[in-house]
């Protein structure tokens, strides 16, 4: 089977939509499936990252969006020479991962060469509009999504064969964007060996920790993804900062890049424990894993995620997880037993002191994160999306 992945995402960027894509991408092809990656980034600014240089990857060039929040991401003008380009690949089945960009250039593709096509939606785009116009976000919202579900998500989600969401939560939300009700509830999944301890030597760790100055007993709290105002950063600051009254020998590790490093560092001076925290910016994906090794605990207060990918990958490290409660982690993470739910800043401000004392009940947790995501092997995504593909290609016959 040929298979056409159409993402705005797409390395040198991290985050859970890309992390899908790529363990989609290997699984499929391990299965013996030719698959090609449709999305669009600026060459010149990027040179040597190993994921773009894969045959397989095609850039559809295409020129940066007028908003701050957006650099990252490209939009093209006209169709006509994307059009061109995918034709070249006489794909067998479409699978949107996008609403935007890539997603206008699949949906015309999938009806211009009569080719079926899923959509798999991977972000809840209430919590992203900011980036579109803050003005506009707080003031006209319904009016925002009104449109987003009119001329994006809508028109995907009606020429789409069979609907994708990867969390119950994702597709009871993903309603308002124009999901349909039969969507598939299909978890994404990782590629669990590269965040196995045993991958890495003792030596390793150790040599990264001392590039980072972390002293070899400071308990660290983790954090890792993208840096961007949905994550809700400033909130595990600011009760990181209320957990340092109890305890001095703790370090925030923050790694990942985004459009709001820069005030987290502004933040992190203002409340005087810039000495406590350290940034790494955007990190080389295939190093991630041995980030994930440096951490006690792992911290998130998102509540934007559609199912939390780097849930998944911290607790595949053996790393117990502080993170807001949120319909959509509920099937990975069971209170106090692989993880710790928390309700606001003041609570976890509480619980971050709680973990600095509590090495027994930190120990207990952490020897149950393994066995909660066995699940989300990449072999069991690919092959669960696959049977969607068969049967939406057989859809697709019948209906002509």
Request: charged share 25%; glycine share 4%.
């Amino acid at each position: 089977m040929r298979i056409g992945l159409f993402t705005d995402q797409y390395y040198p960027l991290i985050s859970g939509v890309v992390t899908s894509i790529k363990m989609l991408y290997e699984g499929l092809t391990n299965l013996g499936h030719e698959c090609f990656i449709f999305t669009s980034y600026d060459e010149k600014h990027i040179k040597d990252t190993e994921e773009l240089s894969n045959k397989n990857v095609i850039n559809i060039r295409g020129r940066k969006y007028p908003f701050k929040g957006l650099k990252d991401y490209r939009y093209t003008f006209t169709h006509k020479r994307a059009l061109k380009v995918v034709k070249k690949y006489n794909l067998d089945i479409i699978h949107i991962h996008t609403e935007y960009n890539m997603g206008k250039v699949a949906k015309k593709a999938s009806k211009k060469f009569n080719i079926p096509m899923v959509h798999t939606l991977h972000t809840l785009w209430a919590d992203y509009l900011q980036y579109l116009s803050p003005f506009f976000s707080k003031h006209f919202k319904r009016q925002m999504l009104f449109l987003l579900r009119k001329w994006f998500t809508g028109p995907v989600s009606k020429q789409s064969i069979i609907e994708i969401a990867p969390t119950e939560k994702a597709k009871i939300e993903g309603r308002v964007y124009g999901l349909s009700d039969d969507a598939r509830i299909v978890p994404s999944g990782i590629e669990l060996e590269k965040f196995s301890s045993s991958k890495y030597s003792k030596e390793e760790i150790a040599k990264l920790r001392e590039s980072l100055d972390i002293k070899k007993n400071q308990f660290v709290f983790l954090y890792i993804g993208r840096i961007s105002q949905e994550k809700k950063i400033p909130v595990l600051l600011r009760a990181y900062a209320k957990s340092l009254k109890d305890n001095d020998n703790a370090v925030f590790l923050i790694v990942g890049g985004g459009p709001e490093l820069d005030n987290l560092k502004r933040l992190s001076k203002e409340l005087e424990i810039s000495n406590r925290v350290i940034f790494t910016d955007a990190v080389q994906w295939d190093k991630v894993g041995m980030y994930y090794q440096l951490g006690n605990i792992f911290v998130n207060a998102s509540q934007s995620e559609t199912q939390g990918l780097t849930y998944i990958e911290a607790l595949a490290s053996s790393i117990p997880l502080l993170v807001q409660k949120d319909d959509c982690i509920s099937n990975v993470i069971q209170d106090y037993y692989n993880g710790i739910f928390f309700d606001g800043e003041d609570d976890l401000a509480l619980k971050m002191s709680e973990m600095l004392k509590a090495t027994t009940t930190l120990k207990k947790i952490k020897a149950n994160t393994l066995k909660s995501v066995e699940q989300y092997s990449k072999e069991n995504y690919a092959q669960a999306i696959l049977s969607i593909y068969e049967e939406a290609i057989e859809l697709h016959k019948n209906k002509k």
